[in-house]
């Protein structure tokens, strides 16, 4: 399992979440930040910090959002 960054980050990046994920799997790209679903060790470090409340564990994801999830393996797939 893992975390993904959702809309709310799109307009926001604050970038709190990458300086405390302990494996270093958040990454800027050009319109959000990215959770490498392949690394992320599902600590929640992340989502505690999050200023916009825009992290969610995959699971979680609402149909709606499960874009992000496609977004974020197309990114680092490319990387």
Known sequence: MAFVILAPCETEKAGECATVCPVDCIVEGTDQFYIDPDVCID?????????????????????????????????????
């Open 43 to 79: 600590c929640g470090a992340c989502k505690a910090v999050c200023p916009v409340d825009a992290i969610e564990e995959e699971y979680d994801l609402t149909p709606e959002q499960e874009v992000y999830l496609e977004k974020a393996e197309a990114f680092f797939a490319n990387e």
